[in-house]
């Protein structure tokens, strides 16, 4: 009876945690669902080519244009500095985490960095508004008080526990035999570290970039707040710009008339903004297997 019972119970576990797999993958399908059935009824109105090539973006304004260009340049430039301002900072702080610090400083500096990730992204918008934009204005006079140089040095900041957290756990997962072997040979330990901890471990370390460029790119609150809402085709740092998550936000405020085109609008960047996403994971799926194989 004992053993039915035990039986009994594992099934209904199983069952248990098979339907909650069901239930997470029959959500992403709906989102997937609702994203592509709203984007198809967009693009019944506006061409594809006009979407993917015009470099205005008015669509909320009496003279429409429906480029997307625009806000992927607004959603690259931030992101690049974010990326600047991230990798150097997390990779140089994972290395040392792994590589130099004691276990007691690693035990106590690691959860204090990684309570970055857990602030919320608005205060990080506020702090990008109302500390760093002044701060830089008086390194550069020029800025304007809402610009994209602002809230790509706060996303930048926010993505480094991402960043520095899983790339230290991939140098850590390094087997301690490559590190004595190269200290054998006579290397030092920053040779060790960067010649042969980090080629070791390049897998995970490429897969925390990735990760964290994925979050810079659908981060929506920092630069809604700080980096304003023109959209407008430039690279340049110290002009307001505006993102396809600062979008969405702008029509999503409930002044647009649900069903019309300019609210369908938020489908068909939302969908861009999905595919670019879920390339950029892919490809960190890829690297990560793909070196992982290697080494």
Known sequence: MSKQIRRLKERLIEGALLLSALFSIFITAGIIAVLFFETFEFFKEVSIIEFLTDTQWTPLFAEKHFGILPLFAGTLLTTLIAVIVAIPIGLTSAIYLSEYASDRVRTAVKPALEILAAIPTVVYGYFALLLVTPALQMIFPDLSGFNALSPGIVMGIMII???SSLSEDAMHAVPMG????AYALGSTRLQVATRV?????FSGIAASFILGISRAVGETMIVAIAAGQQPRL???PFVPVETVTAYIV???????PTGTIEYRTIFAVGISLFVVTFGL???????????????
């Open 161 to 163: 526990p991402i960043i």
């Open 178 to 181: 490559l590190r004595e072997g």
């Open 197 to 201: 901890v980090v080629p070791a471990a």
């Open 234 to 236: 430039t690279m340049n």
């Open 250 to 256: 702008q029509v999503s405020l409930g002044d647009t």
């Open 281 to 295: 994971n892919m490809i960190s799926y890829w690297l990560r297997k793909r070196f992982r194989e290697e080494y």
